[in-house]
T-cell receptor, first 118, second 111 residues
Framework: GAVVSQHPSWVICKSGTSVKIECRSL??????MFWYRQFPKQSLMLMAT?????????EQGVEKDKFLINHASLTLSTLTVTSAHPEDSSFYIC??????????????FGPGTRLTVL | TQLLEQSPQFLSIQEGENLTVYCNSS?????LQWYRQEPGEGPVLLVT?????EVKKLKRLTFQFGDARKDSSLHITAAQPGDTGLYLC???????????FGEGTQLTVNP
């Protein structure tokens, strides 16, 4: 499968600060990347779909001004949590959809970023 | 958004036992993927099923896609402690490449 990295793997920040999380596809070009959030003991919830060179598409209930997504290249997407609050503490996971995928779409996931807001 | 119900949510069994996890929906999916996730890590793809009625085997794991492509099951034979983890099903929506995830099944296999 495809290799996806995330940085940082964990981050602790103070309330009110902004945090940037990077998602990189290491061995392929990714036209589309997805950002998920996962709370303890729960499944993944899609936050937004990031398309290279265009604006991200956010899921209902996700504030686009709070969760800024930039997909400036075919190998990098970033998620910035602005003015983070304790309720934003979660496990953030990205996934990629390799370019030129076959007849069905398989997403490959990064290792996740644990965000803790104090 | 298409919904996917996964059951059971929690399963604790003894080593050597068999188990089945189910994912059901009223909607049709283009494909269905099964993932396994360890604590603090991202999901790892186990298998993708695409054709209605398809059955795929991965060692002791058997995956089945319903004839109508609305449901799927994962059967594990002779479970081992190393099978412990969170199992997630995810359906690819017919309207695009988005995945709808089930609630997950936390499996614990006791030695």
């Amino acid at each position: 499968g495809a290799v996806v990295s995330q940085h940082p793997s964990w981050v602790i920040c103070k309330s009110g600060t902004s945090v940037k999380i990077e998602c990189r596809s290491l061995d392929f070009q990714a036209t589309t990347m997805f950002w998920y959030r996962q709370f303890p003991k729960q499944s993944l919830m899609l936050m937004a779909t990031s398309n290279e060179g265009s604006k991200a598409t956010y899921e209902q209930g996700v504030e686009k001004d709070k969760f800024l997504i930039n997909h400036a290249s075919l190998t990098l997407s970033t998620l910035t949590v602005t003015s983070a609050h304790p309720e934003d503490s979660s496990f953030y996971i990205c996934s990629t959809l390799p370019r030129g995928q076959g007849s069905y779409n398989e997403q490959f996931f990064g290792p996740g970023t644990r965000l803790t807001v104090l | 958004t298409q919904l996917l119900e996964q059951s059971p949510q929690f399963l604790s069994i003894q080593e050597g036992e068999n188990l089945t996890v189910y994912c059901n929906s009223s909607s049709v999916f283009s494909s269905l993927q099964w993932y396994r996730q360890e604590p603090g890590e991202g999901p790892v793809l186990l298998v993708t099923v695409v054709t209605g009625g398809e059955v795929k085997k991965l060692k002791r794991l058997t995956f089945q896609f319903g004839d109508a492509r609305k449901d799927s099951s994962l059967h594990i034979t002779a479970a081992q402690p190393g099978d412990t983890g969170l199992y997630l099903c995810a359906g690819e929506e017919t309207s695009g490449s988005r995945l709808t995830f089930g609630e997950g099944t936390q499996l614990t296999v006791n030695p």
